[in-house]
């Protein structure tokens, strides 16, 4: 074992820590020097999503020390930046997993210690509520505890700026700095100041859900098809209560739910992972759906700001919808249905991330909609709406990963406000004769047949991450020159901030933050953008290809010919 790694494990069983996490350090030197290592060869990052990690003790884990620490270092930044204000405001809000409420109150404790007023929701809430609260108090920062729709094992700690979205450059490498300095745990402020804390409740949610009423569009329409039926799951999230509550507030009537997926449970007892990506999450749902023959099924994530959804395809079966073909039928409603009824004035626009469809930018060129590129996380969408606000009109936007925005009041992405935006996009599509499916294939018809597929390679721990590096460096040193007999043409690489077309041998800057992402495009239309998760030991592969579709008729063969193309390039690429 590294002597680096048992003199940090030494400071925690040696410094003023509790007698509980001395006991497991110490159990770990004595039983798990493997465990060990992966608990302190590193301290946790901001990625994409902000903190997150596996509960335990460690420098590498979510525990009460590097929420601890975390929130001191979050704190004296937002004092060096807000010096000038006579009380500084932040939110607290938090999902449903283990310990969630436990970290919540810690970190609350921890702002309140520094003097900030601290607006801390009474029980779990979903994540967009938080960043609806920064907006509505005019909060300076703001935390929501999650893992998002990780293992059971996980948690996390989201940090979030003056604007309600995720810190973005340069607050999220300050903010690390500062953390950085925090290397004893007596720097840490545990004492609270309780008279500082503000419990939100129930009253605030309403102000919450009156607001997303205002987005919807086609009120009249719901009302008409009174009969539609939903199928709702919060896969034991924080959904459980506010989104059917918002289904009910835009008219919806007749929503279905799973008793043992209300359930309110950190430990996800009836599913694998709580993620509405798989199908796996969404079984019990699609169930109930036949059972009642639903027109819609709609999951969310444990922090409610991602949604799945199910519908039926021509033959009548439950499918699942991937993020880009929901994000692509939801964003063509909210436009069509602006333009049919004289609610365009000329300045919105929609933004997506870098590895969504394609077929986004070609719905809002159709339309005469401007569109933003992204890097991926929704934290990005945010920071356009807030470079353009007074200025252009914000419609909706959305990224591959099932989250999806409208409107401007909420500056995350927001599974409660989706969820019902989702529904009346098919009642829309059922008032013109068509299923939501049936929709989507319409848009194929229009636009183009978009196919695409995420690949994700887990790598966990130190070698997993390990492994993950060499493959980036080996993508960026040794770049294919085909990838399924097909030329490559392009190559972006976001790290160097660099776009070099291969057949010309010209290069263009790319003028957005350095991530390291590198895509691949190739003369037959096919983009490829591989990147590291930010939240996940996971190297993902978007793969994305497009053919002209004639008629409902062909979308099975299309459909077909373009999944056996996609096998090829996962050979290729060796995934």
Known sequence: ???????????????????????????????????????????????????????????????????????????????????????????????????????????????????????????????PELSFAMRHFNCQSGVVITASHNPKEYNGYKAYWDDGGQVVAPHDKNIISEVNKITNVDDIKFESIKRNIISLGEDFDTLYLNKLKTLSVSKDIIEKHDDFKIVYTPIHGTGVKLVPETLRAFGFKNIFNIPEQDIVDGNFPTVISPNPENAEALEMAIQKAKEVDADLVLATDPDADRVGIAVKDLKNNFILLNGNQTASVLIYFLIKSKIDRNLIKGNEYIVKTIVTSELLADIARKFNIEYFDTLTGFKFIAEIIKENEGKKLFIGGGEESYGYLAGEFVRDKDAVMSAALISEAAVWAKEQGKSFYEMLIDIYIEFGLYKEVLVNLVKKGKKGNEEIRAMMDNFRKNAPKTIAASKITKVKDYFLQQSKNIVTDTVETINLPKSNVIQFFTEDGYKITVRPSGTEPKIKFYIGLKSNLCCKDKFEEINSMLEVKIEEIKTDLGI
Do not use: C
């Open 1 to 127: 074992m590294k002597n680096n790694i048992l003199q940090k494990a030494e400071i925690w069983l040696n410094g003023k820590y509790d007698d509980a996490t001395k006991k497991e350090v110490k159990k770990l030197i004595e039983n798990n020097p493997t465990e060990l290592e992966d608990a302190f060869y590193k301290n946790l990052e901001f990625g994409t999503g902000g903190l997150r990690g596996i509960m335990g003790v460690g420098t590498n884990r979510v525990n009460k020390y590097t929420i601890g620490a975390a929130t001191q270092g979050l704190s004296n930044y937002i004092i060096k930046n807000f010096s000038n204000l006579k009380q500084i405001k932040v939110a607290v809000a938090h999902d449903n997993r283990n310990n969630s409420r436990y970290f919540a109150e810690l970190t609350a404790d921890i702002f309140s210690a520094n003097g900030f007023k601290v607006y801390l929701f009474e029980s779990l809430r979903p994540t």
